[in-house]
């Protein structure tokens, strides 16, 4: 079965709307199933076998938000976050946030007695924004399946299936100021990247039987194993 997305999202911040859309082509599930005849003298009616995929779940989304104006930083959270810790804890306890601003010069020393920081915008800064995040990945399902008729009285199946999850983000961060009370020399942009991938795969295992054992009775059994 083709399939055709459309996803869209939008979002206000500091009074600006900003858009994102995805659009993809893709096959939601297919299968395929073999029917196998069998000598009618060994007492198996029909054998059958088969292979379905389904595609369970889309993370494909591009989600963007703007500010022209904005009055806090994301360099405040990174302040918040390293006052109380030395720059030797910055690193071993903060190493993918505020010791990046502190690498690149975006949070200074306020007080190194009390181990507190303050960012290279002060608070109130007219500050330009643009975050983006950038996602893809799917949760599908392939089985692999099998089912037999003996004599018209016993049905058995079984199924093999493998779950495959898979999701990608990309998260870019981007602000700067011309705000003319920092003077000349002054942080003009930061620029901060976020990339997460996850992936996983898992088995599952279904088992079943119906025996007729009159014209009117059938007993059943199945067996199903968790995710």
Do not use: C
Request: proline letters at 2%; hydrophobic letters at 35%.
């Amino acid at each position: 079965t083709p399939a055709f997305e459309v996803n869209d999202a939008s979002a206000a911040w500091y009074n600006t709307t900003a858009t994102g859309n995805s659009t993809r082509f893709y096959i939601g599930n297919f299968s395929l199933m073999l029917y196998a005849p069998t000598n009618e003298k060994s007492g198996w009616r029909a054998i059958t076998f088969g292979i379905a995929y389904d595609r369970q779940a889309t993370y494909h989304w591009t989600r963007n938000a703007i500010a022209e104006h904005a009055t806090t930083s994301l360099l405040d959270a990174f302040v918040n976050e390293a006052n109380g810790s030395s720059v030797d804890q910055l690193y071993s306890n903060f190493g993918f946030t505020s010791a990046l601003a502190w690498d690149s010069y975006s949070i200074d020393p306020l007080d190194s007695a009390t181990d507190t920081y303050q960012s290279r915008w002060p608070s109130g800064t007219d500050v330009k924004q643009s975050h983006t995040i950038d996602s893809h990945g799917r949760v599908s399902n392939t089985a692999f399946f099998f089912g037999a008729n003996y004599e018209d009285r016993w049905y058995i199946g079984a199924s093999l299936g493998v779950i495959g999850a898979r999701y990608v983000r990309k998260t870019d961060h981007t602000e700067s100021s011309d705000d003319p009370a920092l003077g000349l020399d002054h942080l003009q942009r930061i620029d901060y990247s976020e990339d997460l991938t996850t992936s996983g795969n898992g088995v599952d295992l279904r088992l079943g039987a119906i025996a007729r054992v009159g014209e009117r009775w059938r007993l059943g059994a199945s067996f199903h194993t968790r995710h």
